[in-house]
T-cell receptor
Framework: GAVVSQHPSWVICKSGTSVKIECRSL??????MFWYRQFPKQSLMLMAT?????????EQGVEKDKFLINHASLTLSTLTVTSAHPEDSSFYICSARDWASVSSYNEQFFGPGTRLTVL | QKEVEQNSGPLSVPEGAIASLNCTYSDRVSQSFFWYRQYSGKSPELIMS????GDKEDGRFTAQLNKASQYVSLLIRDSQPSDSATYLC??????????FGKGTTLSVSS
């Protein structure tokens, strides 16, 4: 399957600072990437859909001014958590689709995730 | 509202047994169906995809799809302790992100 990377894999920051998480599709072009958040023992929660060259689409209840998403190229999307607070501590996972694949499945591949801890 | 339902479990099976995981979905226009495995503290890993009615086999895994009943399942044969994880059912519709169920926790005892 297609490979998606994330950086950093974990980050600890002080309350009030901003954190940027990068998501890259390594061997395919991803016109669409997705950002999820997962709290311990809970299911994945879709935060936003990121489209290359356009504004992200945020899910209801997700603050777009707090979670800034940029998808400037076909292989890179970034999520910036601005003015992070302890309640933002979570596991952030990006995902991407390989639209050029001949597969009919529209498979979605996940990055390894970034664990954010805000002190 | 589009929904994907899974029994949260835990589903406990002995090593070597068949584990059967089930999922139902609410929207008939769903096109593709996926099973992801997620180990604790890790991101989901795609293990099976299916979009036609019937069975699809890959090694010890078999996905079954019944669109009339809006039902998709995953069978794991010869279950191993390393199969212990949470299994997420996901459904695709054109123009949307995958819709995930809450996952079923599988525990395989040796």
């Amino acid at each position: 399957g297609a490979v998606v990377s994330q950086h950093p894999s974990w980050v600890i920051c002080k309350s009030g600072t901003s954190v940027k998480i990068e998501c890259r599709s390594l061997d395919f072009q991803a016109t669409t990437m997705f950002w999820y958040r997962q709290f311990p023992k809970q299911s994945l929660m879709l935060m936003a859909t990121s489209n290359e060259g356009s504004k992200a689409t945020y899910e209801q209840g997700v603050e777009k001014d707090k979670f800034l998403i940029n998808h400037a190229s076909l292989t890179l999307s970034t999520l910036t958590v601005t003015s992070a607070h302890p309640e933002d501590s979570s596991f952030y996972i990006c995902s991407a689709r390989d639209w050029a694949s001949v597969s009919s499945y529209n498979e979605q591949f996940f990055g390894p995730g970034t664990r954010l801890t805000v002190l | 509202q589009k929904e994907v339902e899974q029994n949260s479990g835990p589903l406990s099976v002995p090593e070597g047994a068949i584990a059967s995981l089930n999922c139902t979905y609410s929207d008939r226009v769903s096109q593709s169906f996926f099973w992801y495995r997620q180990y604790s503290g890790k991101s989901p890993e795609l293990i099976m995809s299916i979009y036609s009615n019937g069975d699809k086999e890959d090694g010890r895994f078999t996905a079954q799809l019944n669109k009339a009943s809006q039902y998709v399942s995953l069978l794991i044969r010869d279950s191993q302790p390393s199969d212990s994880a949470t299994y997420l059912c996901a459904v695709f519709q054109a123009g949307t992100a995958l819709i995930f169920g809450k996952g079923t926790t599988l525990s395989v005892s040796s």
